[in-house]
């Protein structure tokens, strides 16, 4: 699905990523872990293409299709939960709002909530933009620390649409610290001093 090789990235002169050689195949569950400023997000970031490599380069599988969740979602704060999905989903596709309700309702979030976005809780806000990262079927999933602010049956809802997307096939990258211990992934790598180890 996704394939990196020697992808490099240094910030101000100090280098974050260095060498980066990774397969991920079609289908895998990957968590990937390194301590704080390590390089997580930022590999993430090149994945997702939101961020430039310095070096190396990225091939992505036929039909691959991004959907993530990276650092603050940013929503349009005055319109409500579903005006934003709506407007997410028709950027590429026609939005349907039986998947969008299905997965809201997942996550316990009502669909038909009038409540502005920007009155939402940290964990609310987190569950609308899990949503949005799999409502339009993506195949490639990345997640950057998806449970920050859920609380524990949200984490639970979590655990079980990660489930779902693995039956479904989907590849997923999940870059967490904690809160994902009840998932069984197929791969856990680290980064360490810029690289990888499996
Ligand atoms: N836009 C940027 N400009 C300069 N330095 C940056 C930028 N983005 C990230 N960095 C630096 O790159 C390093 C890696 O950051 P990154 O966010 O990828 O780490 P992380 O592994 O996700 O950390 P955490 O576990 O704390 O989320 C950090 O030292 C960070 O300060």
Redesign the pocket.
């Known amino acids: 699905m996704i394939s990196l090789k020697n992808v490099s990235k240094d910030?101000?002169n100090?280098n974050?990523l260095n060498d980066i050689n990774l397969t991920i195949n079609e289908g895998e569950l990957v968590r990937i872990v390194?301590?704080?400023?390590?390089?997580?997000?930022?590999?993430?970031?090149i994945i997702a293409g939101l961020?430039k490599a310095d070096g190396g380069n990225i091939t992505y599988g036929e039909g691959c299709n991004i959907g993530a969740v990276i650092e603050n979602p940013s929503f349009i704060e005055n319109e409500t939960l579903l005006y934003n999905l709506k407007f997410l989903y028709n950027l590429k596709s026609k939005f349907s709002y039986d998947i969008c309700k299905k997965y809201c309702d997942l996550f316990s979030l009502n669909i038909d909530s009038k409540i502005a976005i920007k009155k939402y809780s940290l964990g609310m806000r987190q569950k609308a933009a899990i949503i949005q990262a799999v409502m339009e079927n993506q195949n490639l999933i990345l997640l950057?620390?998806p449970t920050r602010g859920l609380d524990i049956d949200s984490m639970n809802q979590f655990d079980n649409l990660v489930k779902e997307l693995k039956k479904e096939g989907k590849t997923i990258i999940i870059?967490a610290?904690d809160g994902v211990e009840n998932i069984n992934f197929d791969r856990i790598i680290e980064?360490k001093k810029g690289r990888i180890e499996e």
């Open positions: 910030f101000n100090t974050i390194g301590s704080n400023g390590c390089g997580k997000t930022t590999l993430l970031k961020l950057d620390e870059c610290h980064i």
